[in-house]
Structures are given as C-alpha cells and as structure tokens.
C-alpha cells in the first residue's frame, strides 16, 4: 500500500483501493487476534513498568513496511 501510494501521489485514493482492501484486511486479522491482544498488552505493561521506575522514556522502533 505504501509503496502504490508514494508511486501515484494524489491518485492514491483512486488507483490504491485493492492495496487499502488488502491492507484493511491484514490489519483486522491481527486486531481480532486475542493472542496478539495479549502480546501487545503484555509488551506495553513491561514498558509502562520500566518507565515508572526509571523515569526515562524508551524510543520507539520503527518498523518498515514492505508491503
């Protein structure tokens, strides 16, 4: 999706719809995933603790997109 968007430009919202679909549906398999909700919760509850007892914000990853 990113890449047919950075390659149309403006055009995106029309020449990127099966891209979005796709994207659209990914994304729905991982939110209705109970596993990934606890994995995600998990992770954010051990970050949130770090944070608490040493008062110092951790940077967040970036993760690039190949899709």
């Not at 055009?11 to 679909?21: A, D, F, G």
């Not at 051990?46 to 990853?61: L, N, S, V």
Request: glycine content about 4%; overall charge positive; some cysteine.
């Amino acid at each position: 999706f990113t890449k047919c968007c950075q390659e149309t430009g403006l055009l995106m919202v029309v020449k990127c719809r099966q891209e979005n679909t796709a994207l659209k549906d990914c994304l729905v398999g991982y939110y209705s995933d109970p596993l990934f909700y606890e994995e995600c919760k998990v992770e954010y509850l051990k970050q949130r603790e770090e944070y608490r007892t040493t008062g110092i914000k951790k940077k967040r990853q970036k993760h690039t997109s190949d899709v």
